[in-house]
């Protein structure tokens, strides 16, 4: 990065951050602080609810995952649209009605306390840990590739993060969300068509989807039955509605997004252009990560995607073995570009038999290198078990840096630190919410009436967290299989917390005590199916499954102990001891 | 001792304020129309490039 590249990247990620602490450093109403401005149209509640979901990681990693795997991540996203049907219509009407600051608050008005803090705590945990996550996970790749220090990394955009947050709450959370959403749109598409533009002359965009779907980069759609498949239509539509509902339905970053805003109508409407674009702006960016690897296909590739690493150990004290790798990879791929050449050669002489002997040919030769990629990441592992080998994550920023002009590479690396704060941002805005409704209001009824403490509580909470997150990120040692299993973390409680609201509102003779324990049991279950995937090969299928399971599990089995409760069930529905 | 709210969904057939659709069963009819059309696009776009 040169003098420009910070320019743009300090001017654009520094100036959205002052703008929202200046524009909302009067905000000292609970509801505005705590819910945003009543005037909030359904365009910035939909950027918001975007910008919450869209994590830093998902620009570094879903390149990546089409580089790797081709569009067919896509399909984790198919449920999405039909849940935010449902949130539109059941869960969103009900919070504005009940006037309710926290998804949780309904549940102590529809049961009792300690479902509320059941439901409360579960979000604490989950949502707390992956904050410091939300820092470290695109830091840790920012940091390696382009070699700045993790440290002050995480401190500053922390720091800069929870500035804004604590200063003008959800209002500031919702401003700086569009601008940085803005900033996002703008770096992906600058890198889309700058990337089409260093293809080979003549190939153009419809010669490279043609190469990635012979190499099978473009299969978006798999309609296979076989669970053990991770992603597919199947697992998309059942496993992600679940999923999908859950989040956006329950947990508190997603509702504090949408149960503000000017009316009812502004935040449905906001709900409905996510559902609308969710889907198209996912396979884009998946899309993305193909045509990186085609264009990959005409350069020289690297056998590993984060260079600092392998370089580490090819200075090493056994070299020889990573330099004869390289050498082996290079090779091959020189031999795989020969291939490309004669399926195109074939390809435009329209003869099918020899099109289709010259692609078996391309894709002998391309599992040929990834054959060597996978040498080369048992090398590494060899050499260190505890080396990073996922080097997918790599490939998108690698190519930003080595590839594209000064300028566009700090506007893409602002895509990413954008990504990062406006996710980061409304993570800490519903954990300081929730904490000061859920936890301390609860505790100190008395205190509710003084508006102005709960919104310097509601600040100190929200800068505890942030706090927490930058001490979480710099000390907690995360290893490479950490970040990923603290996103399974996700499916493994949303299934029973949604269980647990779907009670709510559907089963209306079902109490408090019976959800509660019908709860603890959901989620004992999925803690079994979890840790035994392993030991039983029945069990070993896609996560997204979890979300199905723990929320059937958590309806069914809140039924059958409200059966075996006659009793306390009367009592219990009558009352509300929130 | 309050009630627990009563919980209904919000009339589907009331309007949404837009030109078209005019109610927001309509709405949400177009949300899943377009999905099942992206679903398709996809199938298509997977096969032609195949």
């Known amino acids: 990065m040169n003098a420009f590249d910070w320019v743009v990247l300090l001017g654009t ?14 905000t000292d109403h609970l509801d505005t602080y705590l819910k945003g401005s009543k005037t909030t149209g359904w365009f910035t509640i939909g950027l918001s609810v975007m910008a919450t979901q869209a994590s830093a990681i998902t620009f570094l990693s879903i390149p990546g995952q089409g580089f790797e795997s081709g569009v067919g991540f896509v399909q984790n996203y198919f449920g999405l649209p039909l849940a935010l049907i449902i949130v539109c219509a059941v869960f969103l009407p009900l919070y504005r009605k009940l006037g309710v600051y926290t998804s949780y608050e309904f549940l102590g008005r529809r049961f009792d306390g300690k479902t509320r803090l059941l439901g409360a705590g579960l979000f604490l945990i989950q949502r707390g840990l992956a904050a410091g996550v939300t820092i470290y996970a695109p830091a840790i790749i920012l940091c390696t ?47 889309f068509f700058v990337l089409v533009s260093k293809f080979p002359a003549g190939l153009g965009f419809t010669g490279a989807a043609h190469l990635a779907g ?23 539509v059942f496993g992600g509605l679940f999923l999908s509902l859950s989040y956006f339905g329950t947990d508190q970053s997603q509702v504090q997004r949408y149960i503000g805003g ?16 969710k889907i198209p702006m996912q396979f884009c960016i998946l899309l993305l990560g193909a045509l990186v690897f085609v264009f990959y296909q005409f350069q020289p590739a690297p056998v590993f995607h984060n260079r600092v690493e392998w370089q580490r150990h090819a200075a090493g004290a056994h070299g020889a073995t990573f330099r004869a790798l390289e050498a082996k990879h290079a090779t091959l791929h020189q031999a795989k570009q020969a291939k490309i050449a004669e399926w195109q050669a074939a390809r435009a002489g329209g003869d099918p038999a020899a099109e289709v002997a010259a692609r078996a040919a391309l894709v002998a030769a391309n599992a040929a290198t990834d054959a060597v990629r996978a040498e080369a990441k048992s090398a590494l592992l060899a050499e260190d078990p505890a080396a ?20 566009v590479v700090g506007l893409l690396v602002a895509v990413m630190i954008a990504a990062a704060l406006g996710s980061k941002a409304g993570e800490l805005n519903a954990l300081g919410t929730t904490s000061t409704i859920d936890l301390w209001r609860h505790f100190r009824p008395l205190a509710a009436h003084d508006e102005r403490r709960n919104v310097r509580v509601a600040k100190w909470f929200t800068a505890f967290w942030g706090v927490f997150a930058i001490g979480f990120a710099l000390f907690a040692g995360f290893a490479e299989n950490l970040i990923e299993a603290i996103n399974i973390l996700g ?30 049991a959901a989620q004992s279950l999925i803690f079994a199916l979890f840790f035994l995937r392993h030991r039983y090969p029945l069990l070993d299928f896609s996560y997204l499954w979890y979300n199905l399971i723990g929320c059937t599990a958590c309806m069914l089995s809140s039924l059958i102990i409200q059966a075996l409760l006659p009793n306390q069930s009367a009592g219990e529905n009558r009352g509300n001891r929130a | 001792m309050a009630q627990p709210p009563e919980v209904k969904p919000a009339d589907p057939d009331a309007s949404p304020g837009l030109p078209w659709p005019r109610t ?8 899943f129309g377009c999905f099942l059309l992206v679903v398709g696009a996809l199938t298509l776009f997977a096969r032609f490039f195949a």
Do not use: C
Request: hydrophobic share 55%.
């Open chain 1, 214 to 236: 012979a190499l099978g980069k473009l299969e978006a759609v798999d309609w296979s039955l076989d669970p053990a498949r991770r992603y597919t239509v199947w697992s998309g």
């Open chain 1, 13 to 26: 990620m520094v100036g959205i951050a002052a703008y929202g602490a200046w524009h909302t450093r009067h």
């Open chain 2, 24 to 31: 927001w069963r309509g709405v949400y009819l177009l949300v």
């Open chain 1, 145 to 191: 590739v382009l070699g700045w220090r993790l440290d002050l990394t995480i401190i500053g955009t922390g720091l800069l993060v929870i500035v804004y947050t604590v200063t003008g709450g959800s209002v500031a959370v919702s401003l700086t969300q569009k601008w940085q959403v803005a900033v996002i749109f703008a770096g992906m598409v600058t890198a």
């Open chain 1, 491 to 520: 499916s493994i409680f949303y299934g029973v917390v949604l269980g647990i609201f779907l009670v709510a509102f559907f089963l209306k003779m079902v109490g408090g005590t019976a959800v509660f324990w019908g709860a603890v």
């Open chain 1, 388 to 407: 990073p080998v996922k080097d997918s994550d790599y490939v998108f920023i690698s190519f930003i840096v080595a590839q594209l002009p000064h300028g």
């Open chain 1, 262 to 277: 000017a009316s009812l109508r502004e935040s449905r409407l906001g709900l409905v252009f996510n559902a609308l674009l």
